[in-house]
C-alpha cells in the first residue's frame, strides 16, 4: 500500500484492491477483510482517545468530563410532530410526574416467591430440590 493509501484507505477501491491482493499472494476478499478490521481498530483508537474506553471490552473510560467551555449540552429527547402523538406523550409524562399509572415492574418478592412474604418452615421443608443439590444443603 502507498503512503497515501495508508493514511486514508478509503481511497482504496476495487482495482487497488486487486493489486494488492495480487502483490501479497492473498484474495480480495482477505483485503477486504483486513481493511474492514484496520478501520473497526482505528474507530477504537479513536473512543479511547477520547477518554470513552475500550469498544466490545467492557473497560470504562476516565470518567466523566467536566462540564464548561467546548463541552455539548444535553439534547432533550425530541417532541412529535404528530399532534395525536405528542399529546399522548406529554400525556404520559404528566403522569410519570404525578406518580400515577401503572407500574410495568412485578408485584411480589424476588425469587418466585408470591406476595412478598417469606415460605414458612412447612413449605421449606416440602420443597423438592433438583437431582445433586440436596448434599448442598445437608439433605
Known amino acids: ?5 495508508r493514511d486514508n484507505p478509503k481511497i482504496i477501491n476495487g482495482s487497488r484492491r486487486a493489486r494488492i491482493a ?3 499472494g492473498t484474495t480480495t476478499t482477505e483485503v477486504n477483510q483486513l481493511l474492514d478490521r484496520f ?4 474507530k477504537a483508537m479513536r473512543q479511547v482517545r477520547r477518554g470513552m474506553g475500550v469498544p466490545g471490552l467492557g473497560i470504562p473510560g476516565t470518567g466523566k468530563k467536566k462540564a464548561g467551555r467546548g463541552s455539548t449540552p ?13 399529546a ?6 404528566l403522569e410519570r410526574m404525578l406518580g400515577g ?12 416467591l408470591g406476595g412478598g412474604q417469606l ?5 421449606l421443608k416440602n ?5 445433586g443439590l440436596g448434599g448442598l444443603f445437608g439433605r
Open 1 to 5: 500500500m502507498t503512503p497515501a493509501e
Open 22 to 24: 495480487r502483490g501479497s
Open 39 to 42: 478501520e473497526a481498530a482505528q
Open 74 to 86: 444535553r439534547v432533550k429527547k425530541g417532541k412529535s410532530g404528530n399532534p395525536a402523538k405528542r
Open 88 to 93: 399522548q406523550q406529554e400525556r404520559e409524562a
Open 101 to 112: 399509572g401503572t407500574s410495568k415492574a412485578p408485584t411480589g418478592a424476588s425469587f418466585g
Open 119 to 123: 415460605p414458612t418452615e412447612e413449605e
Open 127 to 131: 420443597l423438592q430440590l433438583p437431582p
